[in-house]
Structure formats: structure tokens, C-alpha cells
């Protein structure tokens, strides 16, 4: 189908917009939240065009858009009248009401729901476009299905082009996150959804209000969601994004120990400290975050960065649905840079000894993060897992889980092969380790130490306090190998060659612990463990 391009300044093409939804055609229209994807709300046929048209599960309930109070009437059991108050506070607005419905509202709209979701816009073009056409019209954002949503006529176009019978362009939308949802067939009201209203100002009406869980945490396994948009993977662009939380300083510091092609979606004026970097408002300004924060996320793929870590904004007011719509983008991974208890790294040649080191800072009370351990874990994971199959084969998981020598026979084949493995992987070994940092420091521990035999490759050198380095002597360590992996002393040989050599590990680091004998090593431990 040809999808044509209309403008909102144009007279005669609000005309054809409203003809278009009068035939049970699709329009894009402009709202101040977001773009809407509109169709009559009363003509099922029309309605069940707009989920083939987005690829939306059939069970995601749409939201009905009215120009006035009289239009509702018919469309709701009864007007709840904390309705009609919060209606004369916020409408037209970035505000949804979600009440009992009327038997006029086909099931394709809600879902099979006994509810419906009704708001009222302010955008001009909105409004014109309803009351030329005389219709309810149900919109859900006008993006295809997961992806971001729109807030510019060119977003609209690049994920529906050929799907929808127009778009009309109305410029920028001023808010840019969807609207509030509230629903007031529950008891307190609960917020299902922030947007453009906050909490607050909801509490200004209503009194006692509930805030869903589903605002901040992921739904669990097999749980009914207040909201059913509120289970699905959404606004997420293709790129694997991360929320990262703490000081600019140490979000720069992390970025720059990346080795890997990463996006900063930082805050105004940070952008210039990044190779590559997309900035998403001011960063003491939750409206700005709001207007800019979905086209951010599309310019992330427009630059073809595989992964992008994204400034974590404040989240009072408006900025709580800023911080919603991110976590989705995110899958809910947040990575917290805020650490207030001492972190170590530790690392060494193979046979140096850096568990017998570890465990005599074990008993000196500080945490001990083996990164060996973490990284078995990480292959535990659903999406790492995902990544592994699409990257080496389908073969190396089956119903025992995952076959680890078949993997390792793949992925250690060649060089390229080996840094595709650690791109699946080190992102996720990374999260499970900062997790281990904060749990040294929610338990009260004088310090964490994360032990990593490649810790220089990882962008965790970035919250180490101080890098310390276990060395030995080649004679010393070839015999340890050998006596503990019960190998040959050849093999031994070419297993610490493959290794840099002691120079690189000793002017990467502050603190050079010997460990060749038991005694001398107690007496360093003691001695680093008096000052730190
Ligand atoms: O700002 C907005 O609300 C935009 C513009 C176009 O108006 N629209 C929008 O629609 O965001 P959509 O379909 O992307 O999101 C509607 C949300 C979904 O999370 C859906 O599950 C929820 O509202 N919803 C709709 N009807 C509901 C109902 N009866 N009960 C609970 N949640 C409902
Ligand atoms: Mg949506």
C-alpha cells in the first residue's frame, strides 16, 4: 500500500485524514505525547489493521482518543466522577483514565478487557483530526511493535511506511514520552504507566494512589499484568542497552575501559568526551530527557553501535517515565557505578597463585569475587545463551544445557571467533560482578576484590580502586601448573607462553605482590592490608 505523506498545516489534509478513518483507513497522527497510530475505535475491522500494521500481540489493549466529556459518555459504563476531576485538571493532556467499558467498545480494542483506556489530547492536529472525522479514535503509538516510540513524523515512516494509508506530519511532539495511565477501576487508583503526568500530580486528585510494581520491575514468570503493554520487550532498539548509574566521572571511566564499539547516551554537552555518542537532554532536566529520549534510542541504531550505555536519569516526576521507558529499552539491566566500599582487582600469570593470595584477603574480611565462577554463570543466562546459538550454532545447547567443549571447540578456533565469544559474553560477566560489589558492600565488608585473570581486557579496571598484581618466578610456576593441572611440563610451557609476559601485568599495575613462598606472602598481605 502506498502510505502517503501528509502535512498538519494543511487544511485540506486534515480533511483527507478524517476520510481516510471514515473508509476504516490508518493515519499517523501527532499527538503532544507521542505519534498515534489512529483508527475508528468503533469498526473492529478497522482496529484489528492497526495490530497487523505495528505486529502487536492481540492482547495489548489499545487506548480510545475523544476531543470532549460528551464523547466519552457513550463509550464507558458511567463516568467515574474522579474522573470528570482529574479531566479538568489534565485534559486535553498526556493523561489516560482507564474505566469500566460500554458494550459500543468492540473486544479487539480492549483486549477481551471490561475496560477501556480513554484520553484526551491537546496537540491541535489531534484534536482537529477527531472532530472532522466524528470518530473515537482507538492509537496506539504509531511504532512498530518493540520498537521505540515515535515522536517525529520520519519515525513513523521509517518503522510503517507501506503498512498505513498516511501519516500526517505535525513536527516534534513536545512531551515525547506517552501519556500517564491510571486506571480508576481499581482500589487505591493505580498509576499503570508513567508519562507527561506524574504521581504527584495524580495524588493532587485522587488522594491514596497505588504505583504498580510493573513500573519499576520486570513482571514475574506467569504473572497478569494490570497493564498488558507492561509485559512486553518495548522501545527497545537493536542495539543492547544498559542503564548506567553513578557520577559522570565514573560512567566515563567505564566507557573509556570498553575495548569493544559502544554508544554513550549521555546528558547535554557530555557528548564531546566519546567516540561515539548520542546526547538525550540536560541532566538536571527531566522534561528535556522526556522530549528527546526515544529519538536518542533510534539514533543509537542509525549509528550501527552494537551495544549503548545510557546515562541513568533522575527519577522524580516526569523522569520516573523516563526511567520506565528505559529499563524496558534496557531489559531492566542496570549497572550501578555508585560503590562506596574499596574495590581491588586482582590478577597474575597463570600459576602466580592469585587464589592462595585471595584467600588470605579472605581472611583479612575482605570479598572475594572469582570471575571464573561468574563467567560459568553468565552462560546460564537466556540471552547470553541466545547470543551463543546465533553465534556458533544452535547444536551447543541441548535439553542437558550447554555443551561447553562443543562451544569451546568453536569458539577458540580462531582469534575473531574467540572475541565474538567474549562480546556475548564479558557484558553479562561484567553486571554479575558489579552485583557482587554491591552485595560486599550491602554486607559490610572492608573491601571487594574481584579476582579476573583477564582483568586487563575488562572494563572493570574501571571501578578498581587499585590493580594488584600477583607475580612469581617462571621455575616456581611452571611446577605449580604442572602439580595442579596434572599436565606435561611442555604443555605447561605453552600454556604461560600464550600469556603476556610479567613486564605488561607489573606496568599495568599499583601494587606488585611475590608469592613464592607462603611466609613472604602473609608478610606483603599484612602490610597492604595495614594501609588500605
Ligand atoms: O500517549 C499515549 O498514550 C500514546 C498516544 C498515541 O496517545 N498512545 C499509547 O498507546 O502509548 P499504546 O497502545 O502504545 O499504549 C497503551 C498502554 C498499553 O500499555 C496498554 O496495555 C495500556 O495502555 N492499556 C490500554 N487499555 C488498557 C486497559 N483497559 N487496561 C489496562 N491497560 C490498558
Ligand atoms: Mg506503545
Sequence with gaps: METLHLSAEKQEDIKKSAEILNRGGLVAIP??????????????????????????????PLIVHVSSMEEIEPLVEKIDPRAYALAEKYWPGPLTIIMKKSPLIPDEVCAGLDTVAIRMPSHPTARAIIQQSGLPLAAPSANASGKPSPTKAAH??????????????????????????VTLAANPPALLRPGGITPDQLR???????????????????????????KYKHYAPAARVSIVKGSFEAYKKFIEAHKEETCAVCFEGEGKY?????????????????????????????????????????????????????????????????????????????????????????EKGMYIIDTD????????????????????????????????????????ETEEKTA?????????????????????????????????????????????????????????RLNRIMARDNISEKDAIIRMNAQRDEEYYISHSDIIIRNETAEDTRRQINEFTEVN
Design 156 to 181: 513513523v515512516i521509517e518503522d510503517l511506511e507501506g503498512r498505513i494509508d498516511a501519516v500526517i506530519d505535525g513536527g516534534e511532539c513536545a512531551v515525547g514520552v506517552e501519556s500517564t495511565v
Design 420 to 476: 565474538i565469544l567474549n562480546s556475548i559474553t564479558h557484558p553479562k560477566i561484567t553486571e554479575l560482578t558489579l552485583e557482587e560489589v554491591h552485595k560486599a558492600e550491602s554486607d559490610g565488608f572492608k573491601a571487594a576484590v574481584i579476582d579476573a585473570a583477564v582483568l586487563f581486557e575488562s572494563p572493570l579496571t574501571s571501578v578498581c580502586d587499585k590493580i594488584i598484581c600477583i607475580v612469581a618466578d617462571k621455575e616456581t
Design 204 to 230: 493532587e486528585v485522587l488522594g491514596e494512589i497505588e504505583i504498580s510494581h510493573a513500573v519499576f520491575e520486570k513482571l514475574a514468570e506467569g504473572e497478569k499484568a494490570a497493564s498488558p503493554g507492561m
Design 31 to 60: 499527538t503532544e505525547t507521542v505519534y498515534g497510530l489512529a483508527a475508528n475505535a468503533l469498526d473492529a475491522e478497522a482496529v484489528k489493521k492497526i495490530f497487523i500494521a505495528k505486529g502487536r500481540p492481540q492482547d495489548n
Design 373 to 412: 565462577l561468574l563467567a560459568r554463570k553468565a552462560v546460564e543466562d537466556k540471552e547470553v545463551l541466545e547470543g551463543l546459538k546465533k553465534a556458533f550454532g544452535e547444536d551447543i545447547v541441548s535439553e542437558n544445557g550447554l555443551d561447553r567443549r562443543l562451544l569451546a571447540s568453536r569458539a577458540f
Design 274 to 362: 566519546f567516540d561515539k555518542s548520542v546526547e538525550y537532554g540536560k541532566s538536571d532536566d527531566s522534561l528535556t530527557q522526556a522530549q528527546h529520549i526515544f529519538d536518542a534510542l533510534r539514533e543509537v541504531d542509525a549509528m550501527g553501535c552494537p551495544t549503548a550505555f545510557v546515562r541513568c536519569p533522575a527519577t522524580e516526576g516526569v523522569g520516573l517515565a523516563v526511567y520506565n521507558r528505559l529499563l524496558r529499552s534496557a531489559a531492566f539491566r542496570v549497572i550501578n557505578l555508585d560503590i562506596s566500599v574499596p574495590v581491588y582487582g586482582i590478577t597474575g600469570q597463570t600459576g602466580a597463585g592469585k587464589s592462595t593470595v585471595c584467600e588470605m584477603l579472605r
